[in-house]
């Protein structure tokens, strides 16, 4: 029904099921000195993250995730206790989302840590989320803050200062980074949100941000043919990645668009329902943030800046629209 | 239903779908100079490979295959055009077995190429065949030849001689070895054989034969409380093999028991039906081979080897039995 190029791959319930259900499919990898390193994350992280990171892919299309698969390639001096750790922390994630680790193949590898993770999922026959059903005129949302997980990162990297101890959670408590930094460890994808929006059937398109908010945004925005427009100041800032950016002397806004991994939700919903589907989510204690809209013209993905800003080129013009870049989340690199 | 430990895991249809199916799931991991190196396959056979382990898999459980995730973490030295060959391997292996190909996740490596494919299949309820049903009595089969797959990486390694260039296909061809490097390089598993044998409601036990015949014995005997009689004799020998390892100066015993990566089926069969299982595979051109019975006893395989040979302890007599250790296949260690 759907394979390669959304969050996870939809297949038809084989001959002899019921047309009920359909499988909700999802891969990820993650691997060391590519998306994490020593420093970065414990094993335990790197367990939980790489689980959740397929959650995070099942949730973006509506569905629910049931079953996984784990390939571990350990580097052949890892003492056998840090694979158990990295298990504890995939079998957390497990509990936590309601995921039965049903294979697993651990193998050596000759240098660095692989994980690759399967889930399997299901969703209600005919009721997938793609990324293609963003109409003019949808609001879209988000059911986080982002760019926390890249604050996080650039923590760490500057934490470690090069070296390879894992940087302790105290040391970001001591420095009021202790949210970021789990943003990026533990990840905590939008599962219970996802269902509930896809329940709703005005939820348009959906996506998770893992490859940062700009990026995700365009691959709604090239999939279903139209423009993307968020508004700067509806973008949902955490106050705890505002007040180490300034101490940091970096915009939060290259973070927010550009920081990826917060796997967070990112879709469209139809302009008549957004109010209401908001109210239904808090009253669960769910956030969802509207933050912008959807509209007819080439495929694109705005920002809109209020201002005047020193700068601009009309110094009374309360705003202007930036095209923003496709480009996405490029990890260590 | 059935977790970590078999072949595959089968879990309940989940609710909403009818009980008519269970899934079956996979997962297999190969990795860059554990499982192979550049000179034993070329990418094509890596993709082919990668695949073929989980078919297998699946196969030994009675189940049809159905679709595939692959996981590819790519040496940054490569060029496009060796990640497309992979794909054209892997690619070409599902659609010799009807997998369909759902999902995929490429990342790059900092050093080998580690490929982890998961696959989901079917099979009906309640008949997934187990390791663990073997029973006093009941006839061992295996679907095909044995140590081949173990004699072509042996001769594999020997023509490239330390060298990291891919020893071609006609280098095998000259030294009339083909079969055996195809058999190390392009696995192909008893998918057929496995259906037919699963509906037949009599095969007891089923394990396919990735860690070599003495190891997945090992596997039903400890599964199944019971012991494992093999026939020597009746151990299917592969001619090209029993040449080169005459050759090679190499017991070809070795290579049947201890090769691996032949992925065969090795089972057991209620003994009334063992005749009629055989006759209606060889009708479809499938191979079935007769190789021992289920004893009671302590879980334990034995190799029952006629006489009476030079060496043995009563020159007389006509047959002896040699406990067989439970060490499996260890690739390139």
Redesign the interface.
């Known amino acids: 029904m759907l ?2 190029g959304d969050d ?2 939809v ?1 038809e ?2 001959r ?3 047309g ?2 359909q ?1 909700v ?11 994490f390193n020593a420093a970065t994350m414990a094993e335990a992280d790197v367990g939980w993250k790489a689980l959740a990171a397929n959650v995070s892919d099942i949730a973006a299309m509506g569905g ?1 995730p ?2 996984a ?3 571990v ?1 350990v580097p052949r001096a890892w003492e056998p206790a840090r694979i158990r750790r990295l298990y504890d922390g995939l079998y957390a994630c497990a509990e936590r989302y309601g995921v ?6 651990t ?6 840590l ?1 994980v ?1 993770v ?1 889930v ?1 999922g ?1 969703v ?1 026959a005919g009721k997938a989320v793609r990324r293609s059903g963003a109409m003019p005129g949808d609001a879209v949302f988000v059911t986080g803050p982002i760019g926390m997980a890249a604050a996080g990162l650039h923590f760490l990297l500057a934490a470690a200062g090069g070296g390879e101890q894992c940087v302790p959670l105290a040391a970001a408590e001591a420095a009021g980074t202790a949210a970021l930094v789990q943003a990026h460890r533990r990840p905590a994808p939008s599962v219970r949100a996802a269902r509930m929006l896809a329940a709703r059937g005005t939820v348009t398109s959906l996506n998770d941000v893992s490859d940062g908010l700009a990026s995700e945004a365009w691959e709604i925005a090239e999939s279903s043919g139209v423009k993307l427009a968020l508004r700067e100041s509806q973008l949902p800032l955490s106050g705890s990645m505002a007040a180490y950016a300034r101490r940091s002397g970096i915009a939060p806004l290259e973070w927010m668009l550009y920081g990826g991994e917060d796997y967070v939700l990112l879709g469209t919903i139809a302009a008549k329902d957004a109010a209401e589907a908001k109210a239904a989510l808090a009253a669960e204690g769910l956030p969802m943030y509207m933050i912008g809209t959807v509209e007819e013209g080439n495929a694109g993905v705005e920002l809109i800046q209020e201002g005047p800003h020193s700068g601009w080129s009309q110094a009374a013009a309360k705003e202007r629209r930036v095209s923003l870049a496709k480009r996405g989340y490029n990890h260590f690199e």
């Open positions: 394979g390669i996870a791959a297949v319930a084989p002899g099921e019921s009920a259900l499988w499919l999802a891969v990820d990898t993650m691997v060391e000195t590519v998306h629910v049931r079953h698969l784990v390939s390639s039965a680790v049903v294979g697993g193949d193998t050596s590898s000759p240098a660095q692989v690759a399967t399997v299901t209600t």
